[in-house]
């Protein structure tokens, strides 16, 4: 199973908002409406943003949203701040509690 | 909260075995998970291990069938992750994470615990 295709870099100034895209196939993210996010400082474990393609956990903020097409998910940072300066990985299952990652994006504010 | 430990330098070929502690919440109501992430590189989801309940069975990523091997012990509060036939590319952060109560999805993962293979 190849990784998700995402973006090296992205790039946002304050206040402004930035899209990541995460490309898979049919057998991942064409398939599946099981495609998660997830935010990663330098030095930190990955942290969950997003889930079920465009649900949020308790505590993240609203500006962090999702969608998808066929077999692209997006990731979007509205009202970019500081602290979103980070790594970012998508996510899909690829069958019963089979997953497949992104190659990760760095957003830079 | 999850932490890993066994973190250690190997040579290749070596044997290890990692364990991740679990605390908070009911461990044996909830699958498991192994992610790597190479120096520099991106995440790799490894292995998988369902909750009891829903069998307890196992998958494994085609990187590492045959080579690492995930297990838990609920009466602990463990989830292990067996890796053997070390390559120098398994050097990596080796985390454990935990499924969500709703699938298909990671919401806890502990810190993390550094392999390094090499001779």
């Given amino acids: 199973q190849s990784a998700l295709t995402q973006p090296p870099s992205a790039s946002g100034s304050l206040g402004q908002s930035v899209t990541i895209s995460c490309t898979g196939t049919s057998n991942d993210i064409g398939n599946y409406d099981y495609v998660s996010w997830y935010q990663q400082h330098p030095g930190r474990p990955p942290k969950l943003i ?4 465009n649900r949020r956990p308790s505590g993240v903020p609203d ?11 997006s990731l979007t940072v ?18 019963p509690n089979n997953y497949v990652f992104g190659t990760g994006t760095t957003v830079t504010v | 909260q999850l932490i890993e430990r066994g973190g250690d330098l190997v040579q290749p070929g070596g044997s290890l075995r990692l ?3 679990a605390s908070g919440f009911t461990f ?17 989801w490894l ?8 069998g307890g069975t196992t998958e494994d990523a085609a990187s590492v069938k ?9 009466s602990k509060g463990i989830v292990y992750l067996q890796m053997n036939s070390l390559r120098v590319e398994d050097t990596a952060i080796y985390y454990c994470s935990r499924e969500a109560d709703s699938g298909w999805h990671f919401d806890l993962w502990g810190p993390g615990t550094l392999v390094t293979v090499s001779s």
């Fill in chain 2, 19 to 21: 364990s991740c502690s």
């Fill in chain 2, 47 to 54: 292995n998988f291990i369902r909750r009891e309940s829903y």
């Fill in chain 1, 63 to 73: 500006r962090f949203s999702g969608s998808k097409s066929g077999n692209t998910a």
């Fill in chain 2, 66 to 74: 045959g080579r690492f091997s995930i297990a838990r012990d609920d």
């Fill in chain 1, 50 to 53: 997003i889930f079920g393609i």
């Fill in chain 2, 28 to 44: 044996g109501d909830y699958s498991m998970t192994w992610v790597r992430q190479a120096p520099g590189k991106g995440l790799e």
């Fill in chain 1, 78 to 95: 509205s009202g970019l701040q500081a602290e979103d300066e980070a790594d970012y990985y998508c996510s899909s299952t690829v069958g």
